[in-house]
């Protein structure tokens, strides 16, 4: 799966040609400057402003240069399509970094090398990037990354000899979106083109006329924390100048005021702030207006919020009616302090949007589900939580048991498009599971993590397991395992992660074994039937 905002391709460039400047094993080193622009010439918005000082090109430069600043260089001209040397001069007396964005491609991140003895006054510093122009006019967009950014000067861009591939476009679009599960989505009153909805920007759908309309009623009601929207990669068209409205019948409609919007890629992330009393934005049906002939894409991005659902939000999935305490397991178990707070993996499992799993001080879990019936997993989802985006799982697997743990998912470097967002993922698999486990690999970012929701959609076949329960106990005596079966038939014990431990033939009679400390999965087939369950050795 794409992520969001990462092209790792393009970043390798600009690190390798970095290290062959330093090392000399490739010619980068610029050979003519192609344009010098100062900084007070640029189109400026957000706290950043034209200052003057001494030792500056010019005598000024641009400070105050905060969060959602942005430093706009319109129509440079370059004659030769390819890479080039982007230079920044600039004051800064700490650590900072900048975002260089040219065209659709990624941002590429330049960072200050050494501190400047003023803020306010010169001698300047110089740090550099490589980017990649199209013959002809670009635009060049430089906004402070990961904080406040320096105080600059000016820009050059030098020619270099290097050869410097041609970046792919940055795509935003997610590989799933509520659209996707829709009732209906219409354009001007006809089903709608797959080009809009297809999760790409780069395919555009032509429409005639100066204005259209989109309408979605969704499968159930949303509490929509999000959307994303683009007029394709050649569009000159603001979306921002789209309105989205939403309602609970599709007769009354009412107007969506986002929170906050995020530039990427050719289109714009469009947030919605929400939190539980929101219930009067719950919606099935949404309606966007749109305008300049094109549209690349249209997402949106919620959560479920079923006011008739037990205790919460969420529809029912496999686990529905199931006693979560005796058949799942998670390691950590969250954070839980009688009375206060109860953050245990038992709440992945409820329909209640306040109650979620948290742990601090670790970045990955494990939790596990045993079904009142062999499943076949056709999809399953995630919710992210209401705070902390660096919280969220970023890589995960998805795994059945059977005779052993087996991989049905896997999802690597996913980003959420916005807080509370319930996002879907197929599984394509034909086999029948006993059990299932989310297994995490890596957060966003930070060393504790939190998941919201995760909810398994598939096909069950009852197995009569209350019987095969009753029929083959399984307890622990001391150090010892302990399994009475009904007929002929094997066992099979398994740590967590997948491991087998100990096996063998079961004849009918009590069978023992003895086993470490620890948490173990113990599988028993025979004529009389099969039984997987969880155990403890303390």
């Not at 297809?198 to 959307?227: F, H, K, R, S």
């Amino acid at each position: 799966m794409k992520t969001a905002r990462d092209n790792a391709r393009y970043w390798l460039v600009n690190v390798m040609c970095a290290l062959f400047a330093c090392i000399g094993s490739v010619e980068v080193v610029g050979q003519d400057v192609v344009l010098t622009i100062e900084a007070e010439d640029a189109t400026l918005s957000g706290s950043v402003k034209v200052k003057s000082g001494n030792n500056f090109s010019g005598g000024q430069f641009v400070g105050d240069n905060g969060v959602g600043s942005k430093i706009l260089l319109e129509n440079v001209e370059v004659v030769k399509e390819g890479g080039y040397k982007f230079r920044t001069y600039y004051t800064c007396m700490g650590k900072r970094s900048i975002a260089v964005r040219t065209g659709y491609y990624p941002a590429v991140v330049c960072t200050v090398e050494k501190e400047t003895s003023d803020w306010d006054n010169g001698p300047t510093a110089m740090m550099e990037c490589y980017l990649y122009l199209n013959e002809g006019e670009n635009d060049i967009e430089i906004t402070p990354y990961n904080g406040d950014g320096p105080n600059i000067d000016k820009f050059e861009i030098v020619s270099i000899d290097a050869e410097f591939p041609r970046p792919e476009p940055d795509k935003w679009a997610w590989g799933y979106d509520l659209t996707e599960d829709a009732l209906s989505v219409t354009f001007n009153g006809e089903p709608a083109d797959d080009r809009m909805l297809d999760n790409d920007e780069e395919t555009v759908y032509d429409y005639t006329g100066t204005a259209a309309t989109l309408q979605v009623e969704c499968d159930m009601p949303y509490l929509l924390t999000g959307y994303y929207l683009s007029a394709g990669f050649e569009s000159e068209t603001d979306v921002a100048t789209w309105r989205l409205e939403y309602s609970s019948d599709g007769t009354t409609w009412k107007a969506l005021t986002p929170s906050s919007v995020q530039q990427g890629g050719c289109g714009t992330l469009f947030v919605l702030e929400r939190n539980v009393r929101d219930a009067g934005y719950a919606a099935t049906h949404y309606r966007l207006y749109a305008s300049g002939g094109t549209i690349g894409e249209v997402q949106l991005f919620g959560i479920p919020y079923l006011s008739e659902a037990t205790d919460g939000q969420f529809p029912a999935d496999l686990t529905e009616g199931l006693d979560v305490r005796t058949y799942t397991n998670g390691m950590p178990l969250g954070v839980y302090d009688y009375g206060s707070w109860d953050e245990r993996y038992y709440n992945l499992f409820n329909h209640d949007m306040t109650k979620k799993y948290y742990w601090d001080g670790q970045s990955t879990f494990f939790v596990d589900v045993e079904l009142p019936g062999t499943t076949r997993l056709t999809s399953y989802t995630l919710t992210s939580c209401q705070d902390y985006p660096e919280r969220d799982p970023k890589s995960w697997v998805v795994e059945g048991f059977d005779r052993d743990w087996e991989v049905v998912s896997e999802v690597y470097d996913f980003t959420f498009p916005v807080r509370y967002a319930t996002m879907k993922f197929e599984v394509d698999a034909e086999k029948y599971y006993r059990g299932f486990r989310l297994r995490t690999l890596e957060s966003n970012g930070a060393e504790a993590f939190q998941v919201l929701k995760w909810q398994l959609f598939g096909e069950t076949r009852p197995t009569g397991l209350d019987d095969v329960r009753q029929a083959m106990p399984v307890w622990v005596s001391g150090r010892e395992l302990v399994m009475q079966p009904t007929g002929r038939g094997q066992y099979r014990v398994s740590d967590l992660s997948g491991r087998t431990v100990a096996h063998g033939q079961l004849d009918g009679v009590e069978c023992r074994c003895v086993l470490p400390v620890g948490l173990y999965v113990v599988n028993m087939q025979t004529e009389g039937g099969s039984r997987v369950e969880k155990v403890i050795v303390r």
